[in-house]
Each structure stands twice: as C-alpha cells, then as structure tokens.
C-alpha cells in the first residue's frame, strides 16, 4: 500500500466515522424528542377540530368547549297559526355525545411501541391528518318526553264563537283554532334533524300538528248582528202556573241559532208540555171549551215568536189559527201549536245565521230575531188583519147542575164570535205604498156562551140522558193552549 492511498482511507475512515457520530447525535435527538415528547402530533383532529401540537390538557379543554357549544346550540320550535315559538337546546331534546377519550387517542399518536413505530405514526400524520369523529346520539325518550311536556301547553281546544246580548245588543264572541301536538310524528321529525348534526349553528323545526278549524266564527257571526224582527205581547193578566208556562217555553226557545236552511219547530224546541218538562196547568182551548191543561198558555209563546219571525220576513213552512180568537194578537195573527198536529214551523231563508232572543219578564213577553240585514232601507213593511166575515154564536150551551137549587144560573165561560179573515203584508217603498202580499187565511169557530144551571130533583132515566147529552156537546180531542 502507498502511502498516499493509505492517507486516503484514513480521511474515509474519519469520514465514516464523523457521519457516525452525526447519525448518533441526530438518533439520539429524535430519540429524546420522540419519546420525550408532551404534545399532541400535528395533524390530528376531532371531528374537523385541530388539536395538533396541543398539550393533552390544552386539547382536552378545546374539546370540552367544542362539546358544549355542540349541546347548546338553539333550537327553535315552531307550532304554526301564529302561535308562540318555544326555544330549547341541541340537549335538552336529548343530544348527546358518547364519554370517549378521543384526546387520549390522539395524545398517543407516536407515543407507543418501539421506535420505529412511534416514528412511522409521526411521518403519518404528516403526510395525512387523522380524524377522530364524537360518536353523537339522541335519546328519543328525553325528545318525546319534551315535545310531549310542550306540547300540552301549546294545545289548545277548538272554541266556537257564541252569540250573546250584551246591554240589548248582539255581540259575538271569540273563536279559536283548535290545535293538537302530534308527539309521535313529531319526534320522529326532530330525531331525523337532529341526530348526528355537528355543522348547523342553530335550527329552527317545525312541531307536526293537527289543526281544527272551528265550525262557526267570530267573523261569521258578525255579520248576523242586525235586528230583522221583533214582537211583544202582554201576559200580566195571567195566572201565576201560565206565567209559569210562557216563561218555560219562552227560555227553551232563547239563544236559538237557525243556520242557512234549516227549520225550526216550535214543538221540538220548547218540548213536551209535561209537568216533568217543567210545564203547570193552566187555561186552554178545548172543544170549544177553555179547560185547564199542562202547558196552557204556550200558544202565546208561538204567536208572539210567529210576528216576529213575520216582521224579519223568514220564510213560515207551517203555521195554524186557534180554533177559537185569542186576545193577545188581532185574528190571523195567531200560531197556535197542539200534540204534534198543530206547529209553528219556519225557515232561515237568508245566507247567514239568525239568532232568536226571547225574554218573559214583567208580564211582557217578547222575541227579538237577529241576522244579516239585506233589505234595502228606504222598504218598509206593515201587516194589517182583515175580517171578511163575521160569525155570532147561536144560543147557548147549558149544563144541569142538581146539586144547585132551581134557579141557579152561572155563566161559565163566554161567547166567542166567529171570523174568517185574512192577513196582509204591506211593503212600503220610501213611505209609498207599493204592494199588498197575503200571508194567511183563518178561520176562527163561533161558541156561545157556556152557562150552568140548577136543578134539585130526583133524575128521572130520561133526564139523565138529557143531561149526558148536553154535557156531551161540543167535546173533542182538539186542544189549543191559548
């Protein structure tokens, strides 16, 4: 060997031997950085949130936060028809985030194993960031238990508008919408939005609800305030068991409402006239007699109602005179009603509701019809009765009395005249007469008067067939309670 090339594998040998050293001290570096590393390694994340070269504890507090902000985010409910939102959180429709050390993971990213290992993770996630994703949930029990605890308060009843008189006048009430919560349908919903959702910063849902719509409102109400028609009549001279009578009658009728339509039956309305029913006896036509039956003095309810209903020009589908004249209404002014053969029936025959207000007080009985007035101001109507004949009772009807002495004499009920008679409606246009409109024909029975009369003696068989006989006259089924 020469001596130069021996000089010159000394220089390589010292060269071998420098880079050697520079390897250890290097190795040695990594070594120490490496194992003796406290932060996270860059590149990892949780869930798109960086904690790359964090300190455990740094990290674990950024994640903390990051979760918090996850379960506070605002949730807005809303339950439609203008009704109030209710505000929650991401929590308290029962998000959650699963108890996972996702920061302990990452933490230990080059911190395990061999060298080698712990080098080959950290070249890694340099070259590609590792996600660790929060495993979320929601739990449906917490969500439907909320939508259900809510939701009671956002129900609501459906309320329909009432008719009422407020100081003589109609006013109508509130209505409201009807409004259901449907728990089920709803969390359903809510579930789908909510679970697994990271990237909304806020969310407003929608509650599914059943919505009713009440049947009648304050807006349709409205519109059948005005007074069609009214019509009183005097029941002071009665017995205290007719007042009775009318006043039943009068307030089973009161606060009726009759739809675009529909027909009313007096009958139906005020109901059997049974005691049961609230109804007492008291004076009524029958058989040409006046007789004391339950319900007497109704029929003053059904004439009354009937002018009134006259005056508003409903349309009348059944109305009967009295057999007899009545004094509290001039002839075919009358509706009288018995069993279920004789009823005052009419119909609404305009396009809103009509409200019917009756009141008995004082001895004044009276019925006020409200509705939609449609009929032009400057027409006016008047209804005039005719009588286009006059019948005058013949003779009279006797009873035999023999418990009276000879010569005893008693009228017992007075003589009625007879009419046949019409009645006429009278339409004025601005205060001209324009056209006459017949309403009704009637025809009312002439009865004499009824006397009784004394006979004490020992009946023979021919005078008691003359007496049943003549107690006998005129009787039949037919009933009017006056």
Known sequence: MTKNNKKTGIIILEACLCILFICLIIAAVVKAKILDNKLIAQ??????????????????????????????????????????????????????????????????????????KRFKELISVNKKDVTYNLKTGVDKDVLKNYITLKGRLHNKKVINSKLKIVKGKLKATKDQTGIKVDIADTTDAFYKEISGNLKDKSLTLDAVVKVKKPKYTKKMYSKCTDLLGEYSTDYSSSTSDRCNNVQTAAGRINGTILYPGQTFST?????????????????????????????????????????????????VVE?????MVVHYVNVSRDAAISGNYKDLKFKNN???????????NGGILSFKIF?????????????????????????????????????????????????????????????????????????????????????????TE???????????????DTKNSQ
């Open 43 to 116: 590149g990892a994340n949780i869930s798109g949130v960086d904690i790359g070269g964090l300190t455990k504890e740094q990290a674990e507090k950024k994640i903390d936060k990051y979760t918090s902000y996850l379960k506070n985010r605002e949730i807005t409910i809303r339950y439609g028809n203008g009704e109030k939102d209710t505000k929650a959180t991401f929590e308290k429709l029962g998000f959650y985030i699963e108890d996972n050390d996702y920061v302990q993971a990452a933490y230990n990213i080059g911190k395990t194993g061999n060298i080698f």
């Open 267 to 315: 009958v139906k309305v005020i109901k059997d006239r049974t005691e049961a029913n609230g109804y007492k006896a008291a004076p009524e036509y029958s058989g040409g007699r006046v007789v004391a039956g339950v319900g007497g003095g109704v029929c003053q309810v059904s004439t009354t109602l009937y002018n009134a209903v006259i005056n508003a020009e409903l349309e």
């Open 319 to 323: 109305r009967s005179p009295h057999s």
């Open 350 to 360: 305009t396009k809103s509701p009509i409200y019917i207000a009756a009141s008995a």
């Open 371 to 459: 509705g939609e007035e449609t009929r032009s101001k400057k027409r006016k109507i008047a209804f005039e009765s005719e009588i286009v004949e006059e019948k005058q009772p013949e003779g009279e009807v006797v009873t035999v009395d023999t418990t009276k002495p000879s010569g005893y004499r008693e009228i017992t009920q007075s003589a009625h005249t007879g009419y046949s008679a019409r009645l006429w409606k009278i339409i004025y246009i601005n205060g001209v007469e324009k056209k006459r409109v017949l309403v009704n024909t009637s025809s009312y029975n002439a009865e004499p008067q009824h006397v009784t009369v004394g006979r004490q003696e020992v009946r």
């Open 462 to 476: 021919e005078n008691k067939k003359s007496y049943e006989n003549k107690s006998d006259t005129g009787k039949t």
